[in-house]
């Protein structure tokens, strides 16, 4: 699954504080395209521009919940994904969205941070029609053949068939807010202008009704996220909102019976907490859909190959070895199921990808000062990871907790498993009895590759050993390999560590 959304995915963050504009825009006729591909591929001909047309063309209006279950129809028919780019939900959240979908019905995603919960509800446009038809100029989407608006009704009584239409693209048709205790009735649904009032206009006319972002996002998905940290009074016009298509502003009576599928988001303790969210509500939501971080190493890092940034570094190029990457999700792994670490807000993937950054990063600062043309992640890398994982996790417990030591835990255990699973106890034998009668090897993040690389010649087994992790001959891969079966021999207590002065050295 997708964890993580930056950099070349140009995909907005779980936390979308960014994404509250309103979820409408309408093109303009210059903007309509001529030709466009529909969604087989094929080009349609020039999208009608006026009701006339439209009706002369064949076109059937859908609710959203009709067209959305439509298009999932024949995505399964054809055995298409319908989330490109999610890994890990295939068994799990996927067969459940689609089930609600079929249903009709509105979700709320429940999960700790960092489990794909925006990219997936932001992935459900992938289920609207490439575009549909509303009237030209009005502000909530309104369908050509049903508008609610009051605007709208005059327009198309009055001009009929001649009423000029927009095609709304399914991008814009999903609206999005982060609530938080200071959301107001007026961001999500409207507000009335006193003014207008004051002239005379009686408030069941919309026409003196500024609307919020859920009216501006008819006819589409409108996504809440952290649903538990919406005030009660909101809650409970938010569900008027969808009961009765009725809501009370500045005391006045409005109508609007929207077409919107509702999704949230929110933390499972505070969803479940009692009183944080009005059973009313609750009860809106058909299906209530648990998310979770990736269940295997695999995945873990899948998604971190697909989501870390990666930049060109001119003539420095970079390799990271399967164990350093094992590493990495294992680190994050245990992280998740250490007690020291608070588990109510969980241990996003972006630990995984920001660890992964961090160290290839300082593999590349090596390269360049050292003037080499490989930058390869070793062992000693990892102590840079304090900086891309201490604000993504909590630590648990009042009293003093050092969290550089949590994380050297945490590294040091990730390392004895992930070496572990290459090497059987007497596989490196051969390797530690080197050590007796003094012999030592000395390692540094800002050691060169190649005074490793003797020591594969000098200590016997060692060739072997490297062997199995790696066949490149590259003295930066060697390098790092050497680290990691030197501090892998030391993890099961074969060889003794020494720190000093930016140096490790090993001995017995
Ligand atoms: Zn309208």
């Known amino acids: 699954m997708g964890f993580l959304f930056r950099g070349r995915k140009k995909v907005a963050k779980d936390s979308p504080e960014t994404a509250d504009a309103p979820g409408s825009r309408v093109l303009t006729r210059a903007e309509v395209p001529v030709k466009t591909a529909g969604p087989e591929g094929q080009p349609t001909p020039q999208r009608p521009r006026t009701l006339g047309e439209l009706k002369a063309s064949g076109y059937k209006p859908l609710s959203v919940r009709e067209e959305m279950r439509r298009n999932l129809i024949a995505l399964i028919k054809a055995k298409r994904p319908i989330f490109n780019g999610i890994i890990g939900y295939d068994n799990t959240v996927i067969p459940q969205v689609e089930n609600a979908v079929l249903s009709g019905q509105n979700i709320i995603?429940?999960?700790?941070?960092?489990?794909?919960?925006?990219?997936?509800?932001?992935l459900l446009t992938g289920l609207l029609d490439e575009a549909i038809p509303v009237?030209?100029?009005?502000?909530?989407?309104?369908?050509?053949?049903?508008?609610?608006?009051?605007?709208?009704?005059?327009?198309?009584?009055?001009?009929?068939?001649?009423?000029?239409?927009?095609?709304?693209?399914?991008?814009?048709?999903?609206?999005?807010?982060?609530?938080?205790?200071?959301?107001?009735?007026?961001?999500?649904?409207?507000?009335?202008d006193p003014i207008k009032v004051a002239e005379g206009r009686?408030?069941?006319?919309?026409?003196?009704?500024?609307?919020?972002?859920?009216?501006?996002?008819?006819?589409?998905?409108?996504?809440?996220?952290?649903?538990?940290?919406?005030?009660?009074?909101?809650?409970?016009?938010?569900?008027?909102?969808?009961?009765?298509?009725?809501?009370?502003?500045?005391?006045?009576?409005?109508?609007?019976p929207l077409d919107i599928i509702l999704v949230a988001s929110a933390n499972p303790e505070d969803y479940t907490s009692r009183g944080r969210i009005i059973t009313p509500l609750k009860d809106r939501f058909g299906a209530q859909i648990r998310t979770h971080y990736p269940v295997t190493l695999k995945d873990e890092i899948a998604i971190v190959e697909q989501e870390w940034q990666v930049f060109e570094n001119g003539d420095v190029d970079f390799f990271v070895p399967d164990y350093v990457k094992e590493v990495i999700a294992e680190i994050t792994q245990l992280a998740r199921k250490s007690p020291d670490v608070g588990q109510r807000s969980g241990v996003s993937v972006r630990v995984s990808i920001a660890n992964m950054e961090t160290v290839v990063a300082n593999a590349i600062r090596r390269a360049i000062?050292?003037?080499?043309?490989?930058?390869?992640?070793?062992?000693?890398?990892?102590?840079?990871?304090?900086?891309?994982?201490?604000?993504?996790?909590?630590?648990?417990?009042?009293?003093?907790k050092n969290?550089?030591?949590?994380?050297?835990?945490?590294?040091?255990?990730?390392?004895?498993?992930?070496?572990?699973?290459?090497?059987?106890?007497?596989?490196?034998?051969?390797?530690?009895?080197q050590f007796n009668g003094g012999f030592t090897v000395e390692t540094s993040e800002n050691m060169n590759a190649?005074?490793?690389?003797?020591?594969?010649?000098?200590?016997?087994?060692?060739?072997?050993?490297v062997k199995k992790l790696t066949s490149a001959e590259t003295p930066e891969t060697l390098a790092s390999v050497v680290e990691f079966i030197l501090e892998g021999a030391h993890l099961n207590k074969r060889l003794n560590k020494t720190k000093a002065a930016g140096k490790t050295v090993y001995k017995r």
């Open 109 to 122: 995603f429940l999960g700790e941070r960092g489990q794909a919960k925006s990219r997936v509800m932001r």
């Open 135 to 192: 009237v030209r100029g009005c502000e909530i989407n309104d369908s050509p053949f049903s508008p609610i608006c009051k605007a709208c009704r005059e327009k198309i009584a009055r001009e009929g068939d001649a009423a000029e239409i927009d095609w709304l693209l399914r991008a814009d048709r999903y609206g999005e807010k982060l609530a938080t205790p200071d959301t107001t009735i007026a961001d999500l649904i409207g507000d009335v």
């Open 202 to 256: 009686y408030l069941s006319d919309e026409l003196t009704m500024h609307y919020g972002i859920i009216p501006r996002t008819n006819r589409g998905i409108f996504c809440i996220n952290e649903l538990p940290d919406l005030m009660e009074r909101l809650q409970v016009g938010l569900f008027n909102l969808l009961e009765e298509a009725d809501i009370q502003i500045k005391g006045y009576r409005v109508r609007l």
């Open 369 to 400: 000062m050292l003037g080499e043309k490989l930058a390869v992640p070793r062992i000693s890398d990892f102590p840079y990871i304090i900086a891309s994982t201490t604000g993504k996790i909590e630590m648990e417990g009042f009293e003093d």
């Open 403 to 433: 969290e550089q030591k949590l994380i050297d835990d945490l590294t040091r255990r990730a390392v004895l498993t992930v070496f572990n699973r290459y090497f059987q106890f007497d596989e490196f034998e051969p390797v530690v009895r």
């Open 450 to 465: 190649k005074s490793y690389v003797r020591y594969i010649k000098e200590i016997p087994g060692l060739a072997k050993a």
